[in-house]
């Protein structure tokens, strides 16, 4: 119980305390009549406990007394109303979040990537999305209003609602295309964006509740507005539920004052929303394309670290094909090279992925980067085609037909066409992906040359077939199909081969071969023999490049060796002693020969420098000379006959070598007793084992358990 001296503190401590009082009596005095209040309107026993509270005090003296509820122009039932209000902020907040599924899904499957790679622009893609999407709230919209005007009278202007709507519609669907950025599954998209809009939506409903409950009568309709704006801030549900509100006249919001507002587009009405709404459909729109494109995370990366970065490397340690490549790229490349990497680097907190790399791919001329796993190869290739950025403000330049990817990156796409590692894929026909990307190249016979790529990689006998119902091979043919498609200059194959057999591969070489004029293509593999066969030049990569040439170059320069199998005529029970003459023989021949540690029955392996076996020849040839020269001088025919009968020289080359140990091997062969062997050449594989040899680089993660603690072993093993 409360006592107050004066009518006006009787009347404004009801005012204040409205929600807990049930009755209230006031005497009277000289300036006023005694006056009982009470909630009339909450429950019987509120009244009956004034009448009884007035009978008690109060005998035999008159007073008159009337009831009657506020004017309002709409008051329905508060549970129908707010019952609405819930529902359907549920099913706003949650129906938007579908849109996201898809962009998600195409992300983390690369389809956008490999569409942003040949060709497709972000702002018409997302347009596109946004268009179709948007399609179909609109006519979600329409219903859900039509539906409304024809149930029932008592909305406050139903024609602004509609308009909320749609843009609400548009402004949530590009929420869920940013939050598809970010999530890591279609599941996850979907609930992050519908999460976000629903928490905000509780919030929203129980600080309305709030304030219409607790704060003062009078601050009620400012606390209101305030907290409105400020939670439509954050999510698009704030200005929907702002518009639920005002159209079911919920706790008469669509009062202005004593009475219902006449102006229902004012900032305080329907207004507001609206222009909230459209600032956030364009404030969302460019964030989304800003993050998108990528530039986003190399702003913030620049702002965070700064644009720090070790300036260009000058040659130093460098050996002399590696100089003369950097000078070359530097000074142009005398205007041949399609495509010119400078000075790239790309680094990982801590970790630097591509250090320092250079080189130029001539138009017509194929580039194989070589490197074990780990080595930066597929970054490199992501760094060429814009899916990353190198680091920092000296992190280099990748220029395609003279055009930077770092800042002119959409016209430096025009001229690229990309086979990735992973088959990035849609739900589409083969015949449909290949229409796809001619007509986002601007291909003017599309049908034609649909048909041409189809043919070349040997796909025409499944253009009808969804892609994702062909084979592992047949997916990467497609895939080198998308690349070829629109003619580009520069070609960027990323392990094209992987999946595919032997005739296959054969046919896809062909096609790179017939498809090679006028084109720069970069290719990464790890089949030496698809680099010896394609490339003109190699480089091989482990961060930095370790060596560059042609192929034949760098088998001379690190591995000019020749590998001989010799099998004796007693195999497989040769003896000891026969084994060991063999090699004595091989020892005495090629003093610096590598032999196996090891026999097989009979069977024998080593190595020689040609060079050794070149200078072994010379001597075997002065002996023969010299032997000659002792014995009696033959009749002038006689010498005649052998001079014409003795072999030329041979070259000096590896080739010559090949020759000279054969003449060699065959001089002596039945005398050692062997009755096959065989000579090859050092190939591509024992040149690449050599040179990462010799700079100590191992496979990535091949020591990674070792290094690993024990909470990093027990992570990835509840991740897996």
């Not at 490397?313 to 990497?341: F, H, P």
Request: proline share 4%; charged share 20%.
């Amino acid at each position: 119980m409360r006592i107050v001296d004066t009518f006006d503190d009787f009347k404004r401590f009801i005012t204040d305390n409205r929600r807990n009082l049930m009755t209230g009596l006031w005497l009277g005095d000289d300036q006023s009549p005694p006056t009982v209040g009470w909630v009339a309107n909450l429950f019987v026993t509120s009244s009956l406990t004034a009448q009884q509270f007035l009978d008690v005090l109060v005998t035999n003296t008159s007073i008159a007394t009337s009831w009657s509820p506020f004017d309002v122009p709409f008051n329905p039932g508060i549970g129908s109303a707010l019952n609405l209000v819930v529902y359907m902020g549920i099913a706003l907040a949650c129906y938007p979040a579908l849109f996201g599924l898809y962009p998600s899904n195409e992300r983390r499957r690369f389809v956008r990537a490999l569409q942003y790679s040949n060709g497709v622009r972000p702002l018409p893609l997302w347009g596109a999305y946004l268009a179709l999407d948007f399609t179909i709230a609109l006519v979600a919209t329409a219903v859900a209003v039509g539906l409304w005007a024809a149930l029932s009278n008592v909305w406050y202007h139903l024609g602004y609602v509609f308009v909320v709507f749609f843009l609400y519609g548009l402004a949530s669907t590009i929420l869920a295309y940013f939050v598809s950025l970010f999530a890591g599954t279609q599941l996850a998209s979907f609930a992050w964006a519908a999460a976000y809009q629903g928490v905000l939506f509780l919030a929203y409903l129980i600080a309305y509740v709030c304030i219409i409950t607790y704060v003062n009568v009078n601050k009620i309709d400012s606390s209101i507005i305030i907290c409105h704006f400020i939670i439509s801030v954050f999510a698009p549900i704030g200005s929907a539920m702002r518009a639920l509100f005002i159209s079911t006249n919920l706790f008469s919001t669509a009062c202005d004052g004593q009475r219902i507002s006449d102006r229902p587009g004012s900032f305080a009405m329907y207004g507001g929303p609206i222009a909230y709404l459209v600032i956030q459909c364009l404030v969302l729109f460019g964030l989304l394309i800003w993050f998108d494109s990528g530039a986003a995370s190399s702003s913030i990366r620049e702002l965070v670290h700064g644009r720090k970065g070790a300036p260009p490397g000058d040659g130093e340690g460098q050996d002399e094909e590696m100089a003369q490549e950097v000078t070359r790229v530097a000074s142009g490349g005398t205007n041949e090279d399609g495509l010119r990497v400078m000075h790239l680097t790309k680094s990982f907190g801590k970790n630097t992925a591509v250090d320092n790399v250079t080189f130029g791919i001539k138009r017509g001329e194929v580039f194989a980067l070589l490197g074990p796993n780990g080595a930066g190869k597929s970054t490199t290739i992501s760094l060429i085609r814009g899916d990353m950025k190198p680091s920092g403000a000296n992190g280099g330049d990748v220029l395609v037909e003279d055009k930077s990817v770092t800042k002119t990156l959409a016209a430096a796409r025009m001229h690229l066409g990309v086979c990735p590692q992973i088959d990035a894929l849609d739900q589409m026909t083969v015949q449909e992906h290949l229409e796809f990307y001619a007509r986002v190249r601007g291909v003017p016979d599309v049908e034609h040359n649909v048909s041409v790529v189809l043919r070349a990689v040997g796909l025409d006998v499944f253009s009808t077939r969804m892609a994702n119902a062909l084979s592992g091979g047949n997916k990467r043919k497609l895939s080198l199909g998308i690349a070829l498609m629109g003619n580009p200059t520069v070609v960027l194959l990323d392990e094209p081969s992987s999946g595919l057999d032997a005739a296959a591969k054969r046919i896809m070489w062909r096609t790179l071969k017939g498809a090679l004029p006028g084109r720069s293509i970069l290719l990464t593999t790890h089949s030496m023999e698809e680099a010896d066969a394609l490339a003109g030049r190699a480089g091989i990569l482990a961060r930095r490049m370790l060596a560059m040439g042609t192929p034949d170059h760098l088998r001379h320069r690190f591995g000019d060796a020749l590998h001989v199998h010799l099998v004796a005529s007693t195999a497989p029970r040769t003896s000891d002693e026969d084994m060991d003459r063999i090699a004595s023989f091989v020892r005495a021949t090629f003093p610096s020969a590598k032999l196996d540690a090891k026999t097989y029955h009979g069977q024998m392996r080593f190595s020689v420098e040609a060079a050794d076996v070149v200078a072994a020849s010379e001597r075997s040839d002065a002996e023969q000379t010299a032997a000659a020269a002792r014995e009696p001088p033959p009749a002038s025919h006689s010498l005649d006959i052998q001079a014409a009968d003795r072999p030329a020289p041979a070259a000096t080359g590896r080739s010559g070598a090949i020759g000279r140990l054969v003449v060699l091997l065959e001089e002596h062969k039945a005398r050692l007793g062997v009755e096959h062997y065989s000579v090859s050449p050092t190939t591509l594989d024992q040149v690449f084992l050599a040179i990462v040899g010799r700079h100590n680089v191992s496979e990535e993660n091949y020591d990674e358990p070792k290094k690993r603690g024990a909470w990093s072993r027990a992570w990835n093993l509840g991740r897996s």
